[in-house]
C-alpha cells in the first residue's frame, strides 16, 4: 500500500529503512524515501530494475518513470498466478533454467503465456 509505506517514512524518517515489495509501486516508494525493493521482477528484468532502482533512488523520476513504464506489463503478470510460478516459466522461456516446477506449485495455465509473452516483449526480455 504505497499511502501507508508514505505514511510510515514520514513517521520514522531515518530511523527505519523502508524497502518496498510490490513491483508495481515501488518506484513511487523509493521516489517518496524507501531504500529499495524486494522485486520479483528482477528475476525476468534485473538490469532494468536496478537501473530503474539507482534513478528512483537518486531521484531523477523521469529516468525511472521511463524504464518503470518498460516493465509495468511484468510487474502485473508476473502475478497472474501464485508467485513464483510465472516467473519460473519467464525464465523458461528465456531459456534460463530447465522447465518444470516442484509440487505444490502447478505449470502456468496455457492461457497466460501469450499475456507475459507480449509483457517481456514490452520489457525487451523476449
Known sequence: NLSRGREILERCGDRLDVYGGDDATAMELMLSGAKGVISVTANAAPRAMYEMCAA???GDRAKAAAINDRL???HETLFVEANPIPVKWVLYEMG???PGIRLPLTLLS?????TLRRAMKQAGIN
Open 56 to 58: 528512483a533512488l537518486a
Open 72 to 74: 509495468a506489463g511484468l
Open 96 to 98: 534460463l533454467i530447465e
Open 110 to 114: 496455457e492461457r497466460y503465456h501469450d
